[in-house]
């Protein structure tokens, strides 16, 4: 798989980020770049999933009003994919550069 198509599908859901770490030869700047920002996305999505969750629990009108702070992760998704279709390495705003720091690993 290309650089490119790597970077595409690593925005495909949890199996395609798997699919495109299981399956990469070599650990490229790119491929590594939009790994880690699709991971920061999902762990994102989850942290604000778990506290829209306890939020409502506590006040149906608060909760009501946390779905919106739910629409984030979405856009920082379509911005990342937007990216990866240009074939680019564009941060998402705001959390991009943590995101690029707290999963080097990758």
Known sequence: MDE?????VSYLTLIGWIVVLAT????TEYTSFHLRQMLGIMVLGIGI?????????V?????????FVSFIPLILWV???????????KLVPVVGEQFQEWFKSI
């Not at 490119?4 to 595409?8: E, N």
């Not at 990469?24 to 650990?27: I, M, P, T, V």
């Not at 999933?49 to 629990?57: E, H, V, W, Y």
Request: net charge positive.
């Open 59 to 67: 006040s149906s009108t608060l909760g009501a009003l946390w779905n």
């Open 49 to 57: 999933s778990i506290i829209g969750f306890i939020i409502g629990m």
């Open 79 to 89: 911005l990342a994919f937007i990216g990866a279709l240009n074939e680019e390495k």
């Open 24 to 27: 990469r030869k070599e650990k």
């Open 4 to 8: 490119k198509t790597s970077g595409i």
